[in-house]
């Protein structure tokens, strides 16, 4: 029987520092792998996501660290290694009086294929992202789900395996978003790993199975994304029947051990890390002691957003 | 593949997604294409009729002194006057036919560089297998390309049609031979020139208008200053004649046919003006390839 051998990292970095001149410093010795399949890299503006990308696609030399993209380390062949990668920026950078059969067809070529596998490459692409039809009209005729549709298209003519999508969502309407999603949501399933740069974490929730989270440069939390919701060590509890009844449960739960923290008037995030499920029954008895009214009890963080912001601010 | 009806109904296939498992080229086929494209769009092929009419119709242009040349040595083949010697433009100055090359150059040049900077299609471009260096080869070689071909193809013409419709063919070929490595040599020095000038100028720009107006500005700022600084120099000339950017590469032109400057040149009367013309012109190239390499070494996402 042959044993069955993990799929290499889509990104390894390792200590991956990036200093600007000026002092500014972008990536502060980020270490992460990043395995294949749909991946949220999520972080706020200036957080040094557009920094890993350039790194990735060999535009600029790291400050320090090590870093490899699909298994190649990206310093010795910074060039050859974007001839498997696709992105999509962010911003508009179609040429606007060309048709996106055209321009697709283009970055195939210039991503190495024959112009006639490239010709054809360009109409199933346009074909699997819904501009069949549009695409022998001018990009400059086009709204902006459609042009953002092409982005995507050039990105994947050449059959990349593993492409960066830098917002793709950005500026569009929530027919427009939903629909870029569903594309994006599909593409782990051709065999094409994403990487999905964004700040909306319910991007990320919808279409990616892992996120890898950056602040400052750091890295911040990265893992399954199930994993992540579910292992978080921290009950939410939401309770009421009297006026401060969530602080009245701090109070309690810290006089049998337990640390809890107040969120708002009616919840408190229990650590439940030592106590494993017996927290639950702690807690419940906890409640009924106090003469309080329980709503509500997880240990599931509602979202990604909860998941970042605590993370942050620890 | 999934028919979602039955084949007697016809049939709809969802194809999915086809994974690629041809050829894949690298680097070099990624520059290749870029420079096939370029050339493409310089020539207005896929583009409007109207992108069509201006470079096809300046090769019709540049291609009506050797029709003529060669319809006058046809004409008057049988006449009783001798024209054998009849030359209504020769190889040398077909070669400088240049104001409408630079013309080209000053329309065609922002056309093929601007667009890529103003609508940030640079980084797309450089998220493929390209370098900054692969870029400018690329376009340069492509405006190159065509303005050696739109300068080569009427001498070819010129030539073909000479050597048909004289008495002896042979002969005419073997006493005009030289002009074989001479023409493409000067037109090679011409395309390269001015398809670097040009690139480089319209690369400082992101509006084309702005670009082709520099360029023809460059060229006649230039030689209005020559003009000026020569006539003040009298008859001994003067070396700041280099300063017209335009007349270089007809300096080197003449130094190729004819072995030394031709009266007419701005650097004609100075001592080592061949030299000087040389030097010059290696250095505007130059200049101007490094000024290129220097705006496209770097780009941001």
Known sequence: ?314 | MTAVLPPSLGAVYDRGYRPYEGPRGSRREAGLALWRLTLRRALGLRRSWRQKVFPWSLLAIATVPAIVNVGVGYVAKDSPVDFRDFSFITYREYVGVSTALLLFVALTAPDVVCPDRSQRVLPLLFSRPLTGVDYVVAKVGAIATVVFGFAFLPQVVLFVGQMLVSDRALDYFTDNAEVLWQVPAAVAVLAMYYAAIGVALASLTDRRIVGGVAILGLALVTSAIAAILIEAAGEEGTPLAVVNVLALPLDVRDLIFLGHLSDDSGLSGVGGGGVLAVTAYLMVLVGALALLFHRYREVDL
């Open chain 1, 1 to 314: 029987m042959q044993a069955i051998v993990p799929a290499p990292p889509v990104l390894r970095a390792a200590g991956l520092t990036m200093s600007y001149p000026g002092g500014t410093t972008a990536l502060a010795g980020l270490t992460v792998d990043v395995p294949p399949g749909s991946v949220g890299l999520v972080g706020a503006n200036g957080a040094g996501k557009t920094t890993l990308f350039r790194l990735m696609l060999g535009l600029m030399q790291p400050s320090g660290g090590w870093l490899e993209v699909t298994g190649r380390p990206v310093a010795s062949d910074p060039v050859g290694i974007r001839s498997r990668l696709g992105y999509m920026p962010e911003h508009d950078c179609l040429p606007l009086d060309q048709t996106a059969a055209d321009v697709v067809a283009t970055f195939g070529e210039l991503a190495g294929l024959p112009t006639r596998a490239a010709r054809q490459r360009s109409s199933d692409v346009l074909d699997l992202v819904g501009l069949d039809e549009a695409r022998f009209r001018p990009i400059g005729g086009f709204s902006t789900g459609m042009r953002q549709r092409t982005k995507l298209a050039q990105a994947l003519v050449a059959d990349p395996r593993l492409v960066l999508l830098d917002e793709p969502t950005a500026g569009l309407d929530p027919v427009g978003r939903e629909e870029m999603l569903e594309l994006v949501g599909r593409l782990a399933g051709f065999g094409i790993s994403v990487i999905l740069a964004t700040h909306l974490l319910d991007d990320v929730q919808r279409v990616c199975e892992h996120v890898v989270m950056i602040d400052r440069g750091r890295l911040v939390l990265a893992g399954p994304i199930d994993q992540l919701m579910q292992t978080t060590g921290l009950m939410r509890v939401e309770v009421g029947g009297r006026d401060g009844a969530a602080a009245a449960l701090v109070e309690g739960l810290a006089s049998r051990s337990i640390t809890a923290a107040l969120v708002d008037e009616h919840n408190v995030d229990v650590d439940t890390s030592d106590q494993g499920d017996v927290a639950f029954d702690l807690v419940r008895d906890a409640v009924a002691d106090l003469g309080l009214r329980l709503y509500a009890l997880s240990t599931r963080h509602r979202s990604l957003d909860d998941l970042f912001l605590r993370e942050v601010q620890v």
